[in-house]
């Protein structure tokens, strides 16, 4: 059975960083491509940001290009979002996703497995 764990999420005021964690079991990641998404409150879910199975590929939503960064471990079957220059319009709750194509892709409909979510709140 697939376990997508998110952690790392809380509350940081305006300019500051989190890094967010999905630890995943069950599958063999490295065949993954991973994808961070969110769903700020009242909003519809978005694509944030996606990596390829091995990691050489990454893919960022203009919103937070330049500010957040993927990356993953696949020794430790966990993946990252480092968050930097936070804003308040990032506040949402943001799920980890593993796509069968290890390419990964910006569309919540290819994904197979989700995680549950972490909080990320950003007080101004």
């Known amino acids: 059975q697939v376990h997508l764990i998110e952690s790392g999420g809380g509350l940081v005021q305006a300019g500051g960083s989190l890094r967010l964690s999905c630890a995943a079991c069950g599958l063999t990641f490295s065949r993954y491509g991973m994808g961070w998404f969110r769903q700020a409150p009242g909003k519809e879910q978005e694509f944030v940001a996606r990596i390829s199975g091995s990691g050489s590929s990454t893919y960022y939503a203009d919103s937070v290009k330049g500010r957040f960064t993927i990356s993953r471990d696949n020794a430790k079957n966990t993946m990252y979002l480092q968050m930097n220059s936070l804003q308040p319009e990032d506040t949402a709750v943001y799920y980890c996703?593993?796509?069968?194509?290890?390419?990964?892709?910006?569309?919540?409909?290819?994904?197979?497995?989700w995680g549950q979510g972490t909080r990320v709140t950003v007080s101004s």
């Open positions: 996703a593993a796509n069968q194509n290890s390419d990964g892709s910006d569309q919540q409909r290819d994904y197979d497995y």
